[in-house]
């Protein structure tokens, strides 16, 4: 055979697919802006929501499903994570605020999640995200709340105290740390980034840079913008943000984990809340009376219907010295029969009790 020839053939080929998939894909587009004019009709509420996680997740298990190879499952998604953001710009305009200027982990998280296609609001810390979200300046707000290596993100955590917007959809991010500077490492005086970014690579600066003044900064792209403008000055964060300011990368993966990954969830009002999908996370937040063995009797709703928790910790109440509030995650969805009643249960030994959301379990990085 003529290797001239197979390649020809081989291209021809494709051109005739990719002429197939524009017809569908337009085909697709028009069902969308038919399912578009549909929500419109429905009024408010999760009949007219433009992202629907449960429906997200029920799309891209079917195309993983269809697939036969040899096209990888991530990549897969991450075609129709583009396709699918396309289509909520032909239901209507959609708004997603994000913590930290284009270039942050948070940015990059929100991109691979709802797609090149909508619009994006930056906002300089975890709060505004919130607030912009329940102000309706925005349809949903993405913002960290654990990392593997560091633990909670306690503003994230903080801010869910004093809001009545719902964890919607959650994902996974991998996330690299970079050295940025315009000098030389021997001439650093002092590195700017965020402080859960210090702790995920402490171990890497106290071997390679000690005694170097490290300040806390609201983002890593504003750590970037720092080191760009002064000398002797080096910034922690992503790859993005070194190309966004125009800094060399002096170190690569300087995160102490090489597994390092972060969490993040999306929040949106109440009305937008996730369905059932059969792989579920409940997020809950509540108080225990104080007298010994409280907490023992919250968990045991949980453990007799074999519920199992993901996550626990205890924040400060911010009502009374000493007061703490539970935040657990755990598998489940609050419309399952056993977390019904489970929660029904935990209700007469709580003194206070708020489901911060369901929403459809996130299986791998969105980076991977």
């Known amino acids: 055979m003529d290797p001239a ?53 029920e799309v891209l298990d079917r195309v993983t499903a269809l697939s036969a190879g040899p096209m990888p499952a991530p990549s897969l998604h991450a075609i129709w994570r583009e396709i699918m953001s396309a289509s909520f710009a032909l ?36 709060g505004a995200v919130f607030t912009e979200v329940e102000k309706r300046r925005a349809d949903y707000g993405v913002v960290p709340i654990e990392n593997s290596t560091d633990g909670s993100i306690t503003d994230t955590i903080d801010a869910f105290l004093a809001t009545h917007l719902r964890i919607v959809s959650e994902l ?45 900064v609201v983002s890593t792209t504003k750590a970037a913008e720092r080191a760009a403008s002064e000398p002797e000055a080096a910034a922690l964060g992503s790859e993005d943000a070194a190309a966004a300011y125009g800094l060399p990368v002096l170190a690569a993966d300087v995160q102490d984990n090489p597994n390092n990954i972060t969490r993040f969830v999306v929040i949106a009002l109440p009305a937008l809340a996730a369905k059932p999908t059969g792989n579920d996370k ?45 935040f657990i995650d755990f598998e489940g969805h609050q419309d399952d029969a056993p977390v019904s009643a489970a929660l029904k249960e935990l209700a007469a030994s709580t003194s206070t009790l708020e489901v911060l959301g369901s929403f459809p379990r996130a299986e791998m990085p969105l980076n991977e």
């Not at 021809?12 to 929500?39: M, P, S, W």
């Not at 650093?188 to 490290?214: D, H, M």
């Not at 009376?289 to 911010?318: K, M, T, V």
Request: charge should be positive; charged fraction near 25%.
């Open 282 to 326: 409940t997020a809950l937040m509540f108080g225990v009376q104080n007298r010994p063995g409280a907490l023992y009797d919250c968990l045991l709703p949980f453990h007799r219907r074999g519920i199992s928790l993901c996550r626990i910790e205890s924040r400060p109440s911010r009502r009374r010295p000493w007061e703490y509030l539970f």
């Open 91 to 126: 239901e209507r305009p959609l708004a997603i605020c994000h913590f930290g200027q284009p270039g942050a982990f948070t940015h990059l998280a929100a991109r691979l999640k709802f797609g090149g296609s909508v619009s994006y609001l930056a906002v300089d810390d975890i």
């Open 172 to 216: 996974h991010l991998r996330v690299r740390h970079h050295l940025m500077a315009r000098c030389g490492r021997a001439a650093i005086k002092r590195i700017y980034s965020r402080n859960t970014v210090f702790a995920q690579c402490r171990r890497w600066l106290a071997a390679n840079l000690p005694g170097i003044e490290l300040i806390d």
């Open 5 to 57: 020839s197979d390649l020809a053939a081989a291209r021809r080929t494709i051109d005739e697919i990719d002429a197939e998939l524009v017809r569908l894909i337009n085909r697709r587009a028009t069902a969308a802006r038919d399912v578009g004019r549909a929500k419109a009709s429905a009024g408010t509420g999760e009949g007219s929501a433009i992202f629907v996680p449960h429906r997200e997740k």
